[in-house]
């Protein structure tokens, strides 16, 4: 995300980090009042790519919160280096919710990761073999009633040479994690060197379209993949 640009037509324009950088803080402060939000980000490699709690969750509460400050400035903090441990990211945000103690009035609020990425995975699932086989498309599923939401933001829609539809498999993991849009069946597009042509169906959700169906209270967890 610090390398590509964000318009492949404008190759010296800003990367795609640096928009997501300046764009995600007016996502985050749409999130409703009574959500307890928190955010992590995978790709911070120690020999082993691990896992960052950016931000603990907790209530949002209203505008101008620390908890609202440290979500919208927490996306500058940290730098991309690089590659894409899809796998290892779910597996994380997952086990932070499954160990979560909730605020005192969230102990029955549904629980929902959203998995944020911009390309395919490119690291395997020991946290270190680069280009391994990554994660599958029906391990993205739900579990201890836990949903997943995925979001493909600039970049997702690029196979990287990968011999598959990116696209395609963001869908069937929002299927295996139950938030796929109603009746959708997706459907793989044909993948090329650098593009999808034709396109195919798809069914994982823009990010405007995931709070309407969260309710007015949840956990939710931000967990970026890149």
Known sequence: MMSDPADPANPT?????????????????????????????????????????????????????????????????????????????????????????PATGYELSPKYIVLITDGVPTIDR???????????????????????????????????????????MLSKLAVAGGTSASGCVPSSGVPEASSVNPRGTYCHLRFAHICPRLGDSALLWLDWAS
């Open 126 to 168: 020991d946290g270190r073999t680069i280009h391994g086989n990554g994660i599958s498309q029906a391990e993205g599923g739900a579990a201890a009633g836990i949903k997943t939401f995925v979001m493909g933001v600039v970049g997702s829609d690029n196979p990287q040479g990968a011999p598959y539809d990116p696209l395609y």
């Open 13 to 101: 324009g800003p990367n795609k980090w640096s928009v997501m950088a300046q764009t995600m803080p007016d996502v985050f402060d749409s999130l409703p009042d009574g959500f307890a939000v928190g955010e992590m980000l995978y790709n911070l490699p120690s020999g082993t790519y691990a896992g960052k709690q950016a931000v603990p969750i907790a209530p949002l509460g209203a505008p101008g919160t620390a908890q609202r400050t440290s979500i919208d400035s927490s996306i500058n903090i940290y730098t991309p280096n690089g590659y894409t441990p899809t796998y290892n990211a779910r597996e994380f945000g997952m086990s932070q919710l499954v160990n979560l103690t």
